[in-house]
């Protein structure tokens, strides 16, 4: 995880908005659920792949997934992850914020 710099800055993670973006796909077509091994079969990406990404368990995004990730959940990059607030030096509650897409 990042440590901002300086008083007062906060630790960050990304994290990623799949599962979420994943049920609204399933609720705009209409399907009480779209799972992982449909999302797998229509990418061409491996189940494992997906399963980490639903999971947040990524450490790194290659291009070419999220790509196809993007393209099935008709979405941007920047819907996809956001930068999530782990915690606050002064014991603040965590915050999401967007990635500007």
């Known amino acids: 995880m ?3 710099k300086g008083a007062g800055m906060s630790k ?3 994290r990623n908005r799949f599962s979420l973006l994943l049920a609204e796909k399933a609720y705009r077509e209409g399907k009480s659920r779209i ?3 449909d999302v797998a079969k229509a990418t061409g990406l491996a189940k ?3 399963d ?3 999971n947040n368990s990524v450490s790194m995004y290659d291009t070419r997934v999220m ?6 959940l008709g979405c941007q990059p920047g819907e996809l992850l956001v930068i999530e607030e782990v915690e606050d030096f002064n014991g603040m509650p965590a915050q999401r914020l967007a990635v500007a897409s």
């Open 67 to 72: 790509l196809a990730i993007c393209e099935y």
């Open 12 to 14: 960050k993670r990304i």
């Open 2 to 4: 990042y440590k901002g």
């Open 48 to 50: 494992a792949t997906v």
């Open 52 to 54: 980490r990404i639903a």
């Open 35 to 37: 799972s992982q091994r």
